[in-house]
């Protein structure tokens, strides 16, 4: 059963930094594209960034460029999302997701290119 299961969410002050952390098993993960998505209440779910298998290409949202970085450790099974210089609208749940890398390029922002999601770990950034 495939699992994406993430860590790492709290409360943290404006200008502060967080990084979460997502542990996928029972799929080969390389062969994975991994992304971040975020949703606030009564919003659709957000972009944040994604990484390719081999991690060779690297996509962020325009919201999060150069204070979030996205990696991934394909010995471990994991992604990260560092979260730098973090602002109040920042805050949202946190989804890891991963889609299969055969196929498609280019919908790596669309959330229903993806077919497994972890339950999702709560940020909030407070003023």
């Known amino acids: 059963q495939v699992q994406l299961v993430e860590s790492g969410g709290g409360l943290v002050q404006a200008g502060g930094a967080l990084r979460l952390s997502c542990a996928v098993s029972?799929?080969?993960?390389?062969?994975?594209?991994m992304a971040w998505f975020r949703q606030t209440p009564g919003k659709d779910r957000e972009f944040v960034a994604a990484?390719?298998?081999?991690?060779?290409?690297?996509y962020y949202a325009d919201s999060v460029k150069g204070r979030f970085t996205i990696s991934r450790d394909n010995a471990k099974n994991t992604a990260s999302l560092k979260m730098d210089r973090l602002k109040p609208e920042d805050t949202a749940e946190y989804y890891c997701?991963?889609?299969?890398?055969?196929?498609?390029?280019?919908?790596?922002?669309?959330?229903?290119?993806?077919?497994?999601w972890g339950q999702g770990t709560q940020v909030t950034v407070s003023s």
């Open positions: 029972a799929l080969t993960f390389s062969m994975y594209r």
């Open positions: 990484v390719t298998g081999t991690g060779s290409t690297i």
């Open positions: 997701a991963a889609k299969y890398s055969i196929g498609r390029t280019d919908d790596y922002a669309s959330p229903k290119a993806y077919a497994y």
